[in-house]
């Protein structure tokens, strides 16, 4: 029998497809690649279509919280009192909640942000992934390899570089991603500002956005993630971050231009993981036979077998695991994994980087491998990159600002 911490954190319901995976993220209908988009489209720009139902504008605002989960934000209402009035007010047609990429992490779904498309076609497809030219693992966030070219790695136009020519595009957030390899790969092509802090980013955010023209904003807010990976996001420091989310949603409200069209999202959920089961695989020769390579993260494991490997070699793995882990795991294969859709449309030059052999986490569990991962990678409490609802369901908020309110006679 299942028990409680799988049942909460279980897959969507819907089709099931290989390797009983749950169904993949709702690509091209409703999912964090539809967000730029459909927010294009609702400022009047041709090309791009408005699949999330957003009302026409002349500014939208794109407020990313990283980590912020649709099952997190429905169980901590109470620290969000600003986010419940505007959900109380309703929406209309625009959903209240969109998948996020797969993996469930802010490579891949930041770049589908950005381009409007799923990671087989990005290319993002995990936090570490194996780069085949090099026959290495290379880091798609924040340690970007030098000898990869983050413009070859995603070679499409983002959404920005698109709409540039078109209207004012600006992306508020920290000074240390103005021209990080994170943003020259999927977030290019926009005028950046920076504040360190969400009050500095909130005021700039005012004064980018009054000019009075059309305008498309993204706002990042990465406190919540951080909170969450160090302390947990059951912890009160969690909390306090979401109180500050909420406050700073507040504050665009009233300080953008009213009738700014304001979306509150995130690009991942997130869920708390105890040390008893942050497991070291490697420790298990058979989890790791015929492995040439280890990349992924802890709930997203990807495995990259040794070039001469049968397809039998690949089979014994999967059996391996599952004979381990048995219900805490999906386990599957890089064919499985397109044939399902969780990575949208594959082009061949990313196929290589999805790991022969993948291991998702089902509950609350986290894989290592010790040999190459930082110890203080083992302390990490909140985490993500699985299939669950809890973290690839993400909320979408859609709100007019207020305004900024005239002085008093």
């Not at 609702?42 to 279509?49: A, D, E, K, Q, V």
């Not at 990807?302 to 695991?321: G, I, K, N, V």
Request: proline share 6%; net charge neutral.
């Amino acid at each position: 029998m299942r028990d409680a911490a799988q049942n909460q954190n279980d897959a969507p319901s819907g089709t099931r497809h290989a390797a009983d995976l749950p169904s993949p993220p709702l690509f091209g209908s409703k999912s964090i690649a539809e967000v730029f988009t459909s927010s294009a489209a609702s400022l009047g720009i041709p090309g791009f279509t408005n699949h999330l139902s957003l009302p026409s504008a002349q500014r939208v605002c794109v407020v990313l919280a990283d980590g912020l989960g649709r099952s997190l934000l429905k169980q901590k209402a109470s620290h969000t009192p600003f986010i419940r009035s505007v959900l109380a007010g309703g929406q209309r047609s625009v959903p209240q909640w969109i998948d996020s990429a797969f993996p469930s992490t802010t490579a891949a779904s930041l770049a589908s942000l950005g381009t409007g498309l799923p990671a087989g076609q990005h290319g993002m497809v995990g936090y570490d992934v194996l780069d085949p030219a090099q026959d290495k693992v290379v880091n798609l966030l924040g340690n970007w390899d030098p000898q990869v070219d983050p413009a070859q790695w995603q070679p499409h136009a983002t959404v920005f570089e698109r709409l540039a020519s078109e209207l004012d595009v600006v992306t508020v957030s920290l000074p240390q991603f103005g021209n990080s390899p994170m943003t020259q790969a999927a977030l290019r092509g926009s005028r950046f500002v920076g504040g360190t802090t969400l009050h500095a980013r909130t005021a700039a955010a005012a004064e980018a956005m009054s000019g009075g023209g059309r305008s498309l904003m993204y706002f990042y807010v990465n406190e919540l993630d951080k909170a969450g990976h160090r302390y947990g996001c059951q912890s009160d420091r969690w909390e306090h971050q979401l109180e500050e989310l909420d406050s700073t949603v507040k504050r665009l409200s009233a300080t953008l231009p009213a009738g700014t069209t304001i979306l509150l999202t995130g690009d991942h959920g997130m869920l708390d993981v105890p040390e008893s089961q942050r497991i070291d695989y490697s420790a298990d020769e058979s989890l790791v036979a015929g492995v040439r390579h280890t990349a992924g993260e802890p709930r997203m494991v990807h495995l990259y077998l040794e070039p001469d490997a049968t397809d039998s070699h690949r089979e014994s793995l999967l059996a391996a695991w599952r004979r381990r882990f048995g219900e805490r795991i999906w386990a599957f294969s890089r064919d499985e994994a397109v044939e399902a859709g969780l990575f949208g449309t594959v082009r061949p030059e990313v196929a290589p980087r999805i790991g022969d052999v993948m291991i998702a986490a089902r509950d609350t569990l986290a894989l290592y491998d010790t040999r190459r991962a930082r110890p203080a990678s083992l302390e990490v409490v909140g985490q993500h990159g699985s299939l669950t609802k809890a973290e690839r369901e993400v909320p979408l908020l859609c709100f007019a600002a207020a305004g900024r309110k005239g002085k008093r006679g």
